[in-house]
């Protein structure tokens, strides 16, 4: 489903087009919670991802993406998440949904990057993309997907183990060894994002990461989603990608430190055939750490992590944050969720 939403114009167009819903009344400004505040008990968490001029954002039975086009009006495509994944019960088994969510966020992820980029341009192939990436096996898509994954596993999982072995003969110490591997990882993660942070096109994407962000944290506190109630919210959320990059580095050191320091094959084997199994460890540390962020505690494990966002997002303008907000309340319409998330004082979760 395709709709069209004008930034200036909030109620109904003589055309007939929908436009963005309430922004033509806005509240008074709420403060953000502060860190040791109850926060509603959302039973589903909602989150995305930010795209070329736009957000994703996803439920657990629908997405949106939302996209400012050339002449500034928002392009919304939505769409059930009914394929075989979201459906079957193993799906959402703690520890193998992790694996599965690592490959839905890259598909999904690779699907409305191809929409954005589309609409962004001002082209006239939008539909056309979206209808034949809606299956995820367009040879493009997967394609680009598989080119991904080997790219990310060479350089952050394979490439740091060649770089220990030119100081392997000076460490007797197998969990050293490991330490070391794990820098160099996690030195790898951080100079690729403080490299394409330089780009000016990847900032505007960190700005919609931001409104992303902002937005999620805003219906998480329980008020109304407008322009000027969401941007007062932190552009940091524990349920980041991020912050899931960090915890990945952290459990892969904990993990091969177990295994030792094997011969050069069976490292390289073992770093990329336990990736589902790390990424499964961390979705639920970064799952169990959402829901309890209200605890002091469980903050200051998360803080490294948390910290790391301020280099992948950006304070939005009013325009990325209408977009988010679109995005957001296009999925909380079609899931029936409440707007705005009523507070459950009895529940305390993460933000």
């Not at 966020?105 to 082209?123: E, H, I, K, P, Y």
Request: include cysteine; aromatic fraction near 6%; proline fraction near 9%.
């Amino acid at each position: 489903m395709r709709q069209e939403i004008s930034p200036e114009h909030p109620s109904p167009a003589p055309d007939g087009r929908d436009r963005l819903p309430g922004t033509d009344h806005p509240s008074p400004i709420p403060q953000p919670p502060s860190p040791t505040a109850h926060h509603p008990s959302p039973t589903v968490f909602y989150g995305g991802q930010a795209v070329i001029e736009g957000v994703m954002m996803r439920g657990a039975r629908h997405m949106a993406v939302a996209v400012r086009d050339p002449a500034g009006q928002i392009i919304i495509h939505s769409e059930p998440l009914d394929g075989v994944i979201y459906r079957s019960r193993w799906a959402r088994w703690p520890f193998i949904r992790g694996a599965i969510a690592l490959w839905d966020t890259l598909a999904l992820g690779m699907r409305t990057l191809a929409f954005s980029a589309n609409v962004a341009m001002g082209g006239e192939a939008e539909e056309t993309a979206i209808a034949e990436s809606k299956q995820g096996s367009q040879p493009a898509i997967l394609g680009g997907m598989i080119i991904a994954l080997a790219v990310a596993t060479a350089l952050f999982f394979v490439l740091p183990i060649f770089l220990t072995g030119i100081v392997d003969r000076q460490v007797p110490s197998a969990l050293l060894r490991n330490l070391i591997e794990t820098i160099f990882r996690l030195v790898l993660i951080l100079g690729y994002m403080v490299a394409i942070s330089l780009m000016p096109d990847v900032q505007r994407v960190f700005g919609y990461h931001g409104a992303e962000h902002k937005t999620v944290n805003a219906y998480e506190a329980g008020v109304d989603l407008t322009v000027p109630n969401v941007r007062p919210f932190t552009v940091i959320h524990p349920r980041c990608g991020t912050t899931f990059l960090v915890v990945i580095v952290i459990i892969s050191f904990l993990l091969f430190a177990v295994l030792g320091h094997p011969p050069l094959v069976q490292r390289v084997l073992s770093r990329v055939l336990l990736i589902p199994v790390i990424a499964g460890i961390g979705y639920e540390f970064l799952r169990l750490g959402a829901t309890h962020y209200h605890r002091p505690i469980v903050r200051a494990l998360m803080k490294p992590g948390l910290a790391v966002q301020r280099l992948t997002t950006r304070e939005p303008d009013d325009s990325m944050i209408e977009a988010a907000i679109a995005a957001l309340k296009t999925v909380l319409d079609a899931e029936g969720a409440p707007q705005p998330l009523v507070r459950n004082l009895g529940s305390a979760t993460g933000a």
